[in-house]
């Protein structure tokens, strides 16, 4: 089980099942899965498929996490019914080694700051609690937001291949 942590703002809770539809609909916002090609091709491709999509959003529910990682569930205390998003910690592409971090919010919760709150709680806990060294994440080049975000929580640009639309941010105590 996952711990519960509290901002000013927010509720971030451990992901259940019960969230297993509110995550499908997330998805389903093109303005969210805009910078995740995967995601956008089995929800929008041509080979759009809603069965494809609920096993890929049921595989990150059933995987099982290093001890204390895993997903969380983000809610704010003005609208604690209302599903804001997720933020997570977990091996890479759910195999590692690396660790990653990462932040997906409903687009009405864009702009207030709600996903540096909540991503600069779990990249805390990742340092002081799990003791982790190093976080990376891993954000489309063309995603200025979450780049923003990064940046806010303390994360510094590492890399980048350049044949990749992908660019690395890195939160290291090395």
Same mark, same amino acid.
């Given at each position: ?20 539809? *509110? ?21 929008? /491709? ?5 069965? =494809?999509? *609920?096993?890929?959003? =049921? ?46 919010? %409903?687009?009405?919760?864009? /702009? ?21 060294? =190093? ?5 489309? =080049? ?5 780049? %923003? ?26």
């Amino acid at each position: 089980m996952l711990e519960t942590f509290e901002t000013d703002r927010l509720i971030l809770r451990e992901r259940t099942f019960k969230d297993f539809e *509110r995550c499908v609909e997330l998805d389903r916002e093109p303005e969210v899965v805009n910078y995740i090609p995967e995601l956008k091709r089995i929800i929008n /491709g041509t080979s759009a498929s809603e069965k =494809k999509h *609920r096993e890929f959003v =049921k595989k990150r529910f059933e995987t099982d996490y290093p001890e204390g990682m895993g997903y969380w569930t983000i809610v704010t205390k003005e609208e604690p019914q209302q599903f804001a998003g997720g933020v997570l910690l977990i091996p890479l592409d759910t195999v590692g080694p690396d660790i990653e971090i990462g932040w997906r919010l %409903r687009p009405k919760y864009w /702009g207030k700051g709600y996903a540096t709150e909540a991503a600069r709680v779990i990249i805390q806990y990742a340092a002081e609690i799990l003791k982790l060294q =190093k976080v990376i994440a891993e954000i489309h =080049k063309m995603n200025k937001g979450s780049i %923003r975000v990064a940046e806010k929580i303390g994360m510094e640009y590492t890399e980048t291949e350049e044949t990749s639309d992908y660019i690395r941010y890195a939160f290291s105590r090395l």
